[in-house]
């Protein structure tokens, strides 16, 4: 019996001790929240080939720019008004006013990029803004008719399909044409 005891008590003394941490399995590094791959120029305008309303906003274009806008950004030289990737939309009930190009609403919102993803191929944008709120646009490029459409120097033809969701509205397929601008 008395074997038993200290038996026991030992086995409680070493319940006790501090056991030897087991390293916790390291969680999968985060994608990061701004990344493009592009071997080609996909810069400029993408303009809606049809109306794309949400209440009184329409969506006016998808900018992309350059290769360095994008390297700047991921950088951390970032903008409060503007961003290698951004989306414009203009108040349809504000005024006209003419502009350097011509007549433009007067109102606009303009939403940069909380997060984006550009390749050859897609162009994944998430953003947000006081007027809007939350802005997601997830559109696929054909990267044959955004050459034919970069030849022609903005030719009409359809170069990206995708969707567009703002706020609480519903999501909307969008198909954009290519504009390199002035």
Known sequence: MRNFIGLAVGLLILASCDRPEVPAEAPAPAAPAFSHAMTSDLSGYYMPAGDVRIGKWSLDHVFVGQATDFQAWEGGD???TFGPVMLQFDDVTSPMVQTEIGEARSVTARVLPTAYEVTDSRIRFEGRSPELGA????????PGALATSRRNLGDEGVVVRGELKVGEAPAQRVQMRWWGGD
């Open 78 to 80: 970032r903008s409060a």
């Open 135 to 142: 802005v997601r646009f997830e559109g696929m490029l054909d």
